[in-house]
């Protein structure tokens, strides 16, 4: 199986997954990382976004970035304040469910428009 697949996978299996990433000057990190979208951003690179439970923050992680991604076998709750906020021209392969839930405090919103002076 490979990282795209992987991620896949423990997004809907509600699965905390082990990143080893590169970051830097060519050092590696290794986080878990609860996935809840994964696709492609307005630059087309694609990325992983979810939470970091270590750290208690939302966070976005370009594949190209990962070496490795290996499963905890933990299962995560979504975190009840989560927005992702994104560009109408990103295109999400895959999201927890419960994103787009409206019972859920937790969504995901496209900003369509901008405003200028």
């Known amino acids: 199986m490979n990282i795209d697949e ?17 970051y830097g000057l060519g050092n590696e990190l290794e986080i878990e990382f609860d996935p809840y979208i994964y696709g492609s951003d307005t630059m087309q690179y694609d990325f992983v976004w979810g939470f970091l439970p270590w750290s208690n923050l939302m966070y976005k992680i370009m594949i190209d970035f990962i070496i490795s991604v290996s499963s905890t076998k933990k299962k995560f709750k979504i975190q009840s ?3 992702y906020l994104y560009a109408i021209e990103e295109e999400h392969r895959q999201s927890v469910k419960e994103m787009y839930e409206p019972e859920v405090r937790v969504y995901a919103q496209a900003l369509t428009e901008r405003k200028t002076e």
């Open 6 to 22: 992987k991620i896949i996978k423990a997004i809907e299996d509600h699965e905390t997954l082990l990143i080893k990433m590169k």
């Open 81 to 83: 304040d989560a927005i």
